[in-house]
Nanobody, 119 residues
Framework: QVQLVESGGGLVQAGGSLRLSCVGS????????IRWYRQAPGKQRELVAG???????NLADSVKGRFTISRDNVKNTVYLQMDSLKPEDTAVYHC?????????????WGQGTQVTVSS
């Protein structure tokens, strides 16, 4: 059974940093693409960052230059380093994993972690 567990959210002032973690069990992150999404109240879910099985990363324009996504294959963990946080980054952040070998089928979700950025 696949399980994704996010952590690292919290309350931070604008300009601050947080590092989110997504730990996987029942799944091998090194062969699966992993994405981070966020959803703010009253807004649509937004794709924030992704890392492919091959290690290629991509970031939404809204977070480029401030966020970094990385993966630790030994710890089976994907990180989202968030710097220079803004109030508009406030949202619940979810980890989303691909279902190997079905490329593009991002089937698995974590429960989310709340990020609140105060102005």
């Amino acid at each position: 059974q696949v399980q994704l567990v996010e952590s690292g959210g919290g309350l931070v002032q604008a300009g601050g940093s947080l590092r989110l973690s997504c730990v996987g069990s029942g799944i091998i992150f090194s062969v699966n693409g992993i994405r981070w999404y966020r959803q703010a109240p009253g807004k649509q879910r937004e794709l924030v960052a992704g890392i492919t099985a091959g290690g290629t990363t991509n970031l939404a324009d809204s977070v480029k230059g401030r966020f970094t996504i990385s993966r630790d294959n030994v710890k089976n963990t994907v990180y989202l380093q968030m710097d220079s946080l803004k109030p508009e980054d406030t949202a619940v952040y979810h980890c989303n994993a691909e279902q190997y070998p079905f490329r593009g089928n991002y089937k698995y979700w974590g429960q989310g972690t709340q990020v609140t950025v105060s102005s």
